[in-house]
């Protein structure tokens, strides 16, 4: 196989990787681990795959000899990993614990491999003026090898998770990866720009690689000694030893400044990995604990897989691949030039939509964002392919050979620098597009990015005077309350959220300021006063537990009405209800009440994404609910007891969200917490008791939150639990609507004046698409009652229960010669009952409690 061909083939895995990564950002939001999955597959699968590519290819280079094994050898361990990697992500996904410490095992097999060869290739090889940096890349196998064993024991036992990870994501990103890149970057930056080498370059990178190590033994060091001030400190370390190098390349920029899609991404590239790291460094300083830490994540896992991973790897093969796999010089430069088209646009475009993800942004936004930079990446694919047929196109056949002429350190054949092309044009369209997600982010929700109308009172003669207030937050309460001003005067208002959540201001003129995240502020021209005039959070639910306060226009004219303004905006859609008139069209999916055995395995992984998104709740209402996965109820959990859930919640949403489980018993200061939109918590506990538990956001108004959808099951076997011939889950929730397209009715949910009564968040929808069973069948009902507010009484016309289970007991069992009717349930109470159908044909089922049944808690099972 010609050497061209080779680095075709192998570097073909690479791509493979860079594809099922965005495979897996267009739908984590239907799989399993998606936030692992879109960390994994970029790390362990493409930057891995191509360390042990090009980090063999420098090597053989710098040292001027080739490793023990050849191309065959470096086929073979790069064929283990691929196998080994491939065997993790499936473990993970299926929570199959053999599986990924099998390819753990794999992949540490082939990074043995591959530190053994160079070791032994290093001891055999004429000393050299670069030789030295290998040593970065057996560094790099050793501190990788630690990695993979610590995240083999955090997917055997996930209580361990909270400290381990951060020394599994120092060892793996910022040892395997930054290490050989660190390493690569002494010589393949100033190859790039066609720079010369300053002579202080081979001494820095010496110094440089014993303070990063040091670095990530001191960072590792913490987790394992639960000292977390030392991943402080050895991450300060680690960027100590990063800028020894960055040193060395800017003085190398100076004389060359890039001007190259690949010159670029490698220098974000690096600027990404260091502000990670010192991110990273600053984080543990600040936080009180482990789970702190953790759920910071999301700020350095964005800018260490997007923007210094995939921009190191798209860099480096922008350069890399032209020059050994054209086959000549000008095919080369056909290809580099392919290449480096719309580099500037790409450039901004992919670093931009990172820096703007990072920012608090509507959820549209970040969407739109993240297209950009997955459209980015798909884009440098193309071109590369493109580059590869261009330049294959236009060979010569001209030999290769090193280049000597001191400018180039790598030893590769290389063309003559190419024409540096222009980017002002790029940089336009680069930043255009990135308003343009921006402005249509927010056009699209603008409740979410806080934008409002300012107004004033006709009438009204302005003083031209200002009167400035700063309000903050108390609890739910704004402080002051009371706010005077002078007639005619211009009120401005600070708004300072002190509190512990998302709040806005809203002003019953319209004016309002956006929604602020603990800790920000905002200042507002209210307008002329002259009347009195409410102010209020216009957040669902935040208005009514107190968030109010009152402008006072001092000298208004007796009789001035007040401006109250409206918690919410238009008529409610409790006005169009018509159950027994109107269905769902022929494509409505009922929410799947079937229910599947508990698994075998017994640590259980689960991602929740809480979303906000409009749903249809009976037909032709639509409501904007507040969801865990994007369904209310949320997804249904099931295990038996002794098992342990390791659940992450992401807050994909515009305000802060939580999780409380009733199935784990814990103190609940950190796992219960509410997090704010971007952020992540990971909640882990061990199921102790059996019984169907309510899992629910906690975030105040609780009732608020609960009602616009946010709960859902978690099903625990009793040990003795007899296998039946079908199995249903039925939640009963109660709507309280709002406006079509808004969320509930806060002052309704107060009342306990539910419009609506549904099982599984959809009115009479089982009425539409009914429960299948035959005669004869053993068929157990799981009832929870996920309230807010009213009770239940589940009861099936035609039926009698057998067997009853009610909050972890039996209360009846079928060698009794009793029966039941119903089975009754307070809010966040739950059971089943089984029964059995005695002849064909429909048996609706329904609360008890009439009034609710009539207003949508009902539906029928067909028996066959």
Same mark, same amino acid.
């Given at each position: 196989?010609?050497?061209?061909?080779?680095?075709?083939?192998?570097?073909?895995?690479?791509?493979?990787?860079?594809?099922?990564?965005?495979?897996?950002?267009?739908?984590?939001?239907?799989?399993?681990?998606?936030?692992?999955?879109?960390?994994?597959?970029?790390?362990?699968?493409?930057?891995?795959?191509?360390?042990?590519?090009?980090?063999?290819?420098?090597?053989?280079?710098?040292?001027?000899?080739?490793?023990?094994?050849?191309?065959?050898?470096?086929?073979?361990?790069?064929?283990?990993?691929?196998?080994?990697?491939?065997?993790?992500?499936?473990?993970?996904?299926? %929570?199959?614990?053999? =599986?990924? $410490?099998?390819?753990?095992?794999? #992949?540490? *097999? /082939? +990074?043995?491999?591959? &530190?053994? @060869?160079?070791?032994?290739?290093?001891?055999?090889?004429?000393?050299?003026?670069?030789?030295?940096?290998?040593?970065?890349?057996?560094?790099?196998?050793?501190?990788?090898?630690?990695?993979?064993?610590?995240?083999?024991?955090?997917?055997?036992?996930?209580?361990?998770?909270?400290?381990?990870?951060?020394?599994?994501?120092?060892?793996?990103?910022?040892?395997?990866?930054?290490?050989?890149?660190?390493?690569?970057?002494?010589?393949?930056?100033?190859?790039?720009?066609?720079?010369?080498?300053?002579?202080?370059?081979?001494?820095? %990178?010496?110094?440089? =690689?014993? $303070?990063?190590?040091?670095?990530? #033994?001191? *960072? /590792? +060091?913490?987790?394992? &000694?639960? @000292?977390?001030?030392?991943?402080?400190?050895?991450?300060?370390?680690?960027?100590?030893?990063?800028?020894?190098?960055?040193?060395?390349?800017?003085?190398?920029?100076?004389?060359?400044?890039?001007?190259?899609?690949?010159?670029?991404?490698?220098?974000?590239?690096?600027?990404?990995?260091?502000?990670?790291?010192?991110?990273?460094?600053?984080?543990?300083?600040?936080?009180?604990?482990?789970?702190?830490?953790?759920?910071?994540?999301?700020?350095?896992?964005?800018?260490?897989?997007?923007?210094?991973?995939?921009?190191?790897?798209?860099?480096?093969?922008?350069?890399?691949?032209?020059?050994?796999?054209?086959?000549?010089? /000008?095919?080369?430069?056909?290809?580099?030039?392919?290449?480096?088209?719309?580099?500037?646009?790409?450039?901004?475009?992919?670093?931009?939509?990172?820096?703007?993800?990072?920012?608090?942004?509507?959820?549209?936004?970040?969407?739109?964002?993240?297209?950009?930079?997955?459209?980015?990446?798909?884009?440098?694919?193309?071109?590369?392919?493109?580059?590869?047929?261009?330049?294959?196109?236009?060979?010569?056949?001209?030999?290769?050979?090193?280049?000597?002429?001191?400018?180039?350190?790598?030893?590769?054949?290389?063309?003559?620098?190419?024409?540096?092309?222009?980017?002002?044009?790029?940089?336009?369209?680069?930043?255009?597009?990135?308003?343009?997600?921006?402005?249509?982010?927010?056009?699209?929700?603008?409740?979410?990015?806080?934008?409002?109308?300012?107004?004033?009172?006709?009438?009204?003669?302005?003083?031209?005077?200002?009167?400035?207030?700063?309000?903050?937050?108390?609890?739910?309460?704004?402080?002051?309350?009371?706010?005077?001003?002078?007639?005619?005067?211009?009120?401005?208002?600070?708004?300072?959220?002190?509190?512990?959540?998302?709040?806005?201001?809203?002003?019953?003129?319209?004016?309002?300021?956006?929604?602020?995240?603990?800790?920000?502020?905002?200042?507002?021209?209210?307008?002329?006063?002259?009347?009195?005039?409410?102010?209020?959070?216009?957040?669902?639910?935040?208005?009514?537990?107190?968030?109010?306060?009152?402008?006072?226009?001092?000298?208004?004219?007796?009789?001035?009405?007040?401006?109250?303004?409206?918690?919410?905006?238009?008529?409610?859609?409790?006005?169009?209800?018509?159950?027994?008139?109107?269905?769902?069209?022929?494509?409505?999916?009922?929410?799947?009440?079937?229910?599947?055995?508990?698994?075998?395995?017994?640590?259980?992984?689960?991602?929740?994404?809480?979303?906000?998104?409009?749903?249809?709740?009976?037909?032709?209402?639509?409501?904007?609910?507040?969801?865990?996965?994007?369904?209310?109820?949320?997804?249904?959990?099931?295990?038996?007891?002794?098992?342990?859930?390791?659940?992450?919640?992401?807050?994909?949403?515009?305000?802060?969200?939580?999780?409380?489980?009733?199935?784990?018993?814990?103190?609940?200061?950190?796992?219960?917490?509410?997090?704010?939109?971007?952020?992540?918590?990971?909640?882990?506990?061990?199921?102790?008791?059996?019984?169907?538990?309510?899992?629910?956001?906690?975030?105040?108004?609780?009732?608020?939150?609960?009602?616009?959808?946010?709960?859902?099951?978690?099903?625990?076997?009793?040990?003795?639990?007899?296998?039946?011939?079908?199995?249903?889950?039925?939640?009963?929730?109660?709507?309280?609507?709002?406006?079509?397209?808004?969320?509930?009715?806060?002052?309704?949910?107060?009342?306990?004046?539910?419009?609506?009564?549904?099982?599984?968040?959809?009115?009479?929808?089982?009425?539409?698409?009914?429960?299948?069973?035959?005669?004869?069948?053993?068929?157990?009902?799981?009832?929870?009652?996920?309230?807010?507010?009213?009770?239940?009484?589940?009861?099936?016309?035609?039926?009698?229960?057998?067997?009853?289970?009610?909050?972890?007991?039996?209360?009846?069992?079928?060698?009794?010669?009793?029966?039941?009717?119903?089975?009754?349930?307070?809010?966040?109470?739950?059971?089943?009952?089984?029964?059995?159908?005695?002849?064909?044909?429909?048996?609706?089922?329904?609360?008890?409690?009439?009034?609710?049944?009539?207003?949508?808690?009902?539906?029928?099972?067909?028996?066959?």
């Amino acid at each position: 196989m010609s050497r061209r061909d080779w680095y075709l083939i192998t570097n073909a895995v690479v791509l493979g990787w860079i594809v099922l990564a965005i495979v897996a950002v267009g739908v984590h939001r239907s799989i399993d681990q998606p936030l692992w999955l879109m960390v994994h597959l970029p790390l362990l699968g493409a930057a891995t795959a191509a360390i042990l590519i090009w980090s063999q290819h420098f090597a053989d280079t710098l040292l001027r000899c080739t490793a023990p094994g050849g191309r065959a050898g470096l086929g073979i361990r790069l064929g283990a990993h691929t196998i080994g990697a491939l065997l993790v992500v499936a473990g993970v996904l299926t %929570a199959a614990f053999p =599986l990924v $410490v099998a390819g753990a095992i794999v #992949v540490g *097999a /082939a +990074i043995v491999a591959h &530190a053994v @060869l160079l070791g032994i290739q290093s001891r055999s090889a004429l000393p050299s003026r670069f030789g030295q940096l290998v040593r970065y890349y057996i560094a790099a196998a050793v501190v990788f090898l630690a990695g993979i064993a610590i995240g083999a024991v955090m997917a055997g036992d996930p209580t361990l998770t909270g400290r381990l990870v951060t020394a599994h994501l120092v060892l793996n990103a910022y040892g395997w990866i930054g290490l050989t890149a660190l390493g690569t970057l002494v010589l393949l930056w100033p190859t790039v720009l066609h720079a010369r080498i300053p002579d202080s370059a081979d001494a820095a %990178a010496r110094l440089a =690689l014993w $303070v990063l190590l040091g670095g990530l #033994v001191l *960072a /590792a +060091i913490g987790p394992l &000694a639960d @000292l977390q001030a030392l991943v402080a400190v050895g991450m300060a370390v680690w960027v100590a030893g990063a800028l020894l190098i960055a040193r060395e390349g800017w003085r190398e920029a100076r004389a060359m400044p890039p001007g190259t899609f690949a010159g670029w991404s490698l220098a974000c590239a690096f600027a990404w990995v260091v502000g990670a790291a010192a991110t990273l460094a600053v984080q543990a300083a600040i936080t009180p604990d482990w789970a702190a830490l953790r759920d910071l994540y999301l700020v350095v896992l964005g800018p260490l897989v997007a923007g210094f991973a995939v921009q190191l790897v798209s860099g480096a093969l922008s350069y890399l691949l032209p020059v050994v796999a054209m086959g000549s010089p /000008a095919g080369a430069k056909v290809g580099a030039e392919v290449l480096d088209r719309g580099w500037a646009f790409r450039v901004v475009a992919f670093n931009g939509a990172i820096v703007l993800y990072l920012l608090p942004m509507p959820s549209l936004v970040r969407v739109l964002l993240s297209f950009v930079a997955a459209g980015v990446v798909v884009a440098f694919l193309v071109l590369m392919i493109r580059a590869l047929v261009v330049g294959r196109r236009v060979r010569r056949g001209e030999g290769a050979h090193p280049d000597r002429s001191g400018r180039v350190g790598i030893g590769m054949p290389t063309a003559a620098a190419p024409t540096r092309p222009r980017g002002a044009g790029g940089l336009v369209a680069g930043f255009a597009v990135l308003a343009l997600c921006v402005a249509g982010g927010v056009a699209a929700d603008p409740a979410a990015a806080g934008i409002g109308v300012a107004g004033s009172t006709d009438g009204i003669v302005a003083t031209g005077e200002t009167t400035s207030v700063t309000v903050q937050v108390q609890g739910m309460r704004f402080t002051p309350d009371v706010i005077e001003v002078p007639v005619g005067n211009t009120l401005e208002v600070t708004f300072e959220n002190t509190g512990t959540d998302v709040h806005d201001l809203t002003f019953g003129n319209g004016v309002r300021t956006a929604r602020l995240a603990p800790g920000a502020s905002e200042t507002v021209d209210v307008g002329v006063i002259g009347a009195d005039m409410a102010g209020w959070c216009s957040i669902a639910g935040h208005r009514q537990m107190g968030m109010e306060l009152t402008v006072v226009a001092v000298g208004a004219p007796e009789g001035t009405a007040q401006e109250h303004g409206a918690a919410t905006d238009g008529p409610s859609a409790a006005e169009d209800i018509d159950l027994g008139g109107t269905a769902p069209d022929d494509a409505f999916e009922a929410w799947p009440a079937a229910l599947a055995p508990a698994p075998d395995e017994t640590v259980h992984r689960v991602t929740l994404d809480a979303e906000e998104v409009v749903q249809e709740v009976a037909p032709g209402i639509r409501q904007e609910r507040w969801t865990f996965g994007g369904t209310a109820p949320g997804p249904t959990l099931r295990g038996k007891v002794g098992d342990t859930f390791e659940i992450t919640l992401v807050n994909d949403g515009t305000i802060g969200h939580s999780i409380d489980f009733h199935a784990g018993s814990l103190a609940p200061n950190q796992p219960m917490r509410t997090i704010r939109p971007g952020e992540t918590l990971t909640y882990t506990f061990t199921a102790t008791q059996a019984g169907i538990w309510m899992y629910h956001c906690s975030t105040v108004p609780m009732s608020m939150h609960i009602a616009n959808g946010m709960y859902g099951a978690v099903i625990i076997d009793p040990p003795d639990l007899e296998p039946v011939d079908r199995e249903y889950l039925l939640v009963q929730g109660e709507l309280y609507l709002g406006p079509q397209d808004g969320t509930a009715d806060a002052d309704a949910l107060a009342a306990i004046a539910p419009d609506l009564v549904a099982f599984n968040g959809y009115a009479d929808q089982y009425v539409h698409r009914p429960l299948e069973a035959s005669t004869g069948e053993r068929v157990r009902v799981w009832v929870l009652d996920a309230g807010p507010n009213v009770a239940s009484s589940f009861h099936v016309i035609g039926g009698q229960f057998d067997t009853v289970y009610h909050e972890g007991a039996y209360q009846l069992r079928a060698d009794e010669p009793g029966g039941s009717q119903a089975i009754a349930l307070q809010p966040a109470q739950g059971g089943f009952v089984e029964l059995v159908f005695p002849e064909a044909g429909d048996y609706p089922f329904v609360t008890h409690i009439m009034s609710d049944a009539e207003r949508g808690a009902r539906g029928v099972f067909h028996i066959g």
